[in-house]
């Protein structure tokens, strides 16, 4: 019997994950561990100016003199910093000249997660299917990126943060850290001082870019961390539209992924960055999966600029993360949609904080939160006026869903203002998916999983329609796989 | 189509139907009448299949199957359809994709084809139109909002697209003014067909002169206690149920 249950169970975890399977691929490594050797090893592996070596180790200093910390709502067993490769990434290949010339083993792996990093790949596809650039990011590095010719035509620079330290430092060097900086927490230290790679973007004034650009983040490699550094700048009147998705392998340890996203906006300039994270959430013991903290942050600097979040969680085991707003520039816009699914083991503790310090400020803030399993699901959340913000708004609504009895949602909002004319309005339910809806939609002819599926695209409907059209049918049936199981 | 023997069902240790017997031919309507907190409603859920409605004895045959061993949506699958006292709301979910789901989702448990969606769309724009649902409605969550007769014609527009063998009609009246019972009352007739049966029911005879049975059943706490034609529902009306009430007890 135990056989047959264990079979059972292997099947369903193959067919709830979907992107588990590990690519057998030559890998190099720096050795084991971090000191001040590795952060030089990593630096010079990227034939790094100076000042970024200097920039590295000063946050590698600081890093050791924070503790983690331990005030969101989650349980792991600590990770062990010293018992991780900082640096791992395929065999090194002659320089690539063009895509043909990307290790055919590394396009499979793409293809397979139904990534196209071929050219004419979208280009084949439908006539009306719009185009986008990826940017593709195995391990550490950056494998390759699509679409860089056409995009520099109209003056947008799309690459590799690594690319760019090489290509263009003078950007680097102004924008990197001036929204998170080094000091800002644990995670995000330890990211500047080994980060590997990740993507950068530059959108000159007055450009639109005219694709999506999206990078696509692939953990494979054993006992790795993944630090992934990301920069977008939109420049006066500039328009651009971010998507990333990950997944990893699924292992029975636990890694770690801790990113630094940061988002410049300037005058009436916006940015629009999606997120689909589908890390492996490990199995339903809670075994394995990632850790997945993140520190994401955007500064609207410039009057009447925007940035707006939008993202769906689905994965990892542990979640941290906060995708946030500086309202710096007047009349400047926040917005951040999220949907955090967690099912089985996994916890999430995920919000926002949006920051008012310019004068009639807005920003909004829609959270849906989807418990089932035993996890455990916090919306954590903070919306502050500065005492220059006079007129900032914002509005909040949290929505929770819990299926089953096992599983808890908590809402955790911090409203601060020092100004007398700042309008906040907060709203928040939370409700168990309903028997009855589910017999209803049942009677009609669902399945339950199908019935189930149907409710909480539903209830989550609101922040999907945010999402970048084909992006947001991926997310619909991400949403469904991940809750197969979570009823009866 | 439908044949029901000695059925017992008891909700939440309370016995509800104590051993019920019905027989429902293809091509027939049948009505069930019956004082409040006789069972009528659980009769309709049980045959449905509701979680928590335990059928503590009994057979229930169905087209040759039995319905008992199906889960709640083979028996939609099937053709059973179940049409609620109170439908429930959806919320983010538009009417129209609700109603194509569950189609699609039928199909594929009898292993036919998806349908199309311009078919889809033609068909549900004329069950629309015959029904006086304004095809704006269809974009909107299912039943959020509506009014009680709005979710009544939402409810005759899902049987007409699922097209089912059997239906069931629970109070399918409650809530509805007489223009709308008329709309509803057609929407059902137009369903007659000689291979499909249907059960309605209800606590008022003005239904039934709209939906005109050809048996009517008077259910009294958990048994059916007599059987008779359409001439039934007008004594009924003018004598009401004691008679049968206080013959039971």
New interface residues.
């Given amino acids: 019997m135990a056989a047959v249950k264990e079979t059972i169970e292997t099947v369903q975890k193959l067919e709830t994950y979907a992107h588990g399977f590990v690519t057998d691929i030559e890998t190099e490594y720096a050795p084991k561990g971090l000191n001040a050797d590795i952060v030089r090893f990593i630096s010079a592996k990227k034939n790094e100016p100076q000042w970024m070596l200097d920039y590295r180790l000063a946050a590698f200093e600081r890093w050791q003199s924070m503790d983690e910390p331990d005030w969101a709502k989650v349980h792991y067993q600590k990770v062990d910093y010293q018992d991780l490769y900082y640096y791992a990434a395929p065999k090194p290949k002659p320089k690539l000249n063009s895509l043909d010339e990307v290790d055919p083993e590394l396009l499979a792996v793409y293809a397979k997660l139904g990534i196209p990093l071929k050219e004419q790949e979208v280009l084949a596809g439908v006539a009306s299917a719009p185009k986008y650039a990826v940017d593709a990011v195995f391990d550490s590095v950056s494998v390759v990126t699509t679409f860089k010719e056409e995009l520099k035509k109209s003056g947008v620079i799309f690459c590799s943060i690594s690319e760019a330290l090489r290509e263009h430092p003078q950007l680097v060097k102004e924008y990197l850290g001036s929204v998170v900086p080094v000091s800002d927490n644990y995670f995000a230290a330890l990211n500047a001082a080994v980060f590997s790679d990740g993507s950068f973007v530059y959108v000159p004034p007055g450009v639109r870019c005219p694709m999506e650009l999206s990078t696509y983040f692939r953990i494979n490699a054993e006992n790795t961390g993944q630090f992934e550094r990301t920069l977008i700048i939109a420049d006066k009147g500039a328009y651009v539209s971010y998507l990333e998705g990950c997944t990893a392998p699924m292992r029975d340890e636990n890694q770690l992924h801790a990113a630094v996203v940061e988002l410049v906006a300037m005058e009436d300039a916006s940015i629009k960055y999606s997120t689909v994270q589908n890390w492996y959430p490990g199995d339903a013991e809670g075994k394995g999966g990632i850790y997945n903290f993140v520190t994401k942050r955007a500064d609207c600097r410039g009057a009447r600029s925007k940035v707006s979040w939008t993202q769906v969680e689905t994965g990892s085991a542990v979640t941290w993360k906060y995708p946030s707003c500086i309202l710096r520039g007047d009349d400047s816009v926040g917005e951040f949609y999220s949907i955090a699914v967690t099912n089985g083991m996994q916890q999430a503790d995920t919000g926002t904080k949006m920051i008012h310090l310019g004068k009639n400020t807005r920003s909004r803030i829609i959270s849906k939160g989807v418990s089932a399993g035993k996890s455990s699901n916090t919306y954590r959340g903070l919306v502050s006026a500065h005492a220059k913000a006079g007129g900032a708004r914002n509005f909040t609504q949290c929505d929770s869903l819990l299926i089953g009895k096992t599983c808890a949602a908590h809402t955790v909002p911090y409203v601060e203002s020092d100004t007398a004319s700042a309008q906040f309005e907060h709203e928040a339910t939370t409700t168990r998916l309903?028997?009855?809806?589910l017999?209803?939609?049942?009677?009609?002819?669902?399945?339950?999983e199908?019935?189930v599926a149907?409710?909480v695209?539903?209830?989550?409907?609101?922040v999907l329609q945010e999402l970048p059209m084909e992006f947001a049918v991926e997310a619909q049936k991400l949403l469904a796989i991940s809750l197969e199981g979570s009823v009866g | 189509m439908l044949n029901i023997q000695n059925l017992t069902v008891s909700v939440d240790d309370k016995t509800i139907l104590k051993g019920l017997n019905l027989n429902v031919p293809a091509g027939e309507v049948h009505a069930i009448m019956g004082p409040n907190g006789a069972g009528k409603s659980t009769l309709g859920y049980t045959l449905?299949?509701?979680?928590n409605y335990e059928v503590t004895q009994g057979v229930v045959d169905f087209n040759g199957e039995d319905l008992l061993d199906k889960?709640?949506?083979e028996?939609?699958?099937a053709g059973l359809?179940?049409s609620?006292q109170y439908?429930?709301?959806?919320?983010?979910?538009p009417a129209m994709t609700?109603?194509r789901?569950?189609?699609n989702?039928?199909r594929k448990?009898r292993g036919e084809e998806e349908m199309s969606a311009p078919e889809f769309l033609k068909t549900i724009r004329e069950v629309a139109k015959t029904l006086k649902i304004d095809m704006d409605m269809l974009k909107r969550?299912l039943n959020v909002g509506f009014s009680g007769g709005e979710k009544k014609r939402m409810e005759v527009l899902?049987m007409a697209l699922?097209q089912p063998k059997f239906l069931i009609l629970d109070e399918t009246d409650s809530g509805l003014d007489i223009d709308a019972l008329k709309v509803v009352s057609d929407g059902v007739n137009a369903l007659r067909a000689p291979d499909r049966g249907m059960l309605v029911i209800t606590h008022y005879q003005r239904l039934l002169d709209h939906i005109k049975p050809d048996r009517i059943h008077i259910l009294v706490d958990g048994r059916i206690v007599h059987s008779g034609g359409p001439e039934l529902a007008l004594e009924l009306e003018a004598h009401g149920y004691d008679r049968y009430v206080n013959e039971a007890a």
């Fill in positions: 309903s028997e009855d809806q017999f209803y939609a049942m009677q009609r002819g669902l399945s339950q199908e019935a149907l409710l695209n539903g209830f989550v409907r609101e | 449905a299949g509701r979680p889960e709640v949506h028996r939609a699958a359809y179940l609620f439908p429930l709301e959806i919320p983010g979910v609700f109603i789901t569950a189609l989702a039928q448990v969550p899902q699922l």
